[in-house]
């Protein structure tokens, strides 16, 4: 099993930056990328930014040039800074952990979820 916290998430004006973070334990070494979603009320969640164990990304068109996804390998944690945020980056943050292959992934485990609002 693995284990994720998250932490940063928070009310914030538009315009403004938030940076999140996950943590992993437990069977780290099975995980093969991490990465974020989010789910706005009444709304699917989505893929917000991913990042594989060989630093490969995938962004969300929607976050593209206002967020970047890194990761510390050595401290199991990954991070997701956000700026110029808008009123529509609103949601619950889940951090997302995938072992086996990074793109169709065995299993899926979950983070409880960080709240991000952005006011107008």
């Known amino acids: 099993q693995v284990q994720l916290v998250e932490s940063g998430g928070g009310l914030v004006q538009a315009g403004g930056s938030l940076r999140l973070s996950c943590a992993a334990s437990g069977r780290t070494f099975s995980i093969s990328a991490m990465g974020w979603y989010r789910q706005a009320p009444g709304k699917q969640r989505e893929l917000v930014a991913r990042?594989?164990?060989?630093?490969?990304?995938t962004y969300a068109d929607s976050v593209k040039g206002r967020s970047t996804i890194s990761r510390d390998n050595g401290k199991n944690t990954v991070y997701l800074q956000m700026n110029s945020l808008k009123p529509e980056d609103t949601g619950v943050y889940y951090c997302?952990?995938?072992?086996?292959?990074?793109?169709?992934?065995?299993?899926?485990?979950w983070g409880q979820g960080t709240q991000v609002t952005v006011s107008s």
């Open positions: 990042i594989t164990n060989g630093g490969t990304t």
């Open positions: 997302n952990a995938r072992a086996g292959n990074p793109y169709v992934p065995t299993y899926n485990y």
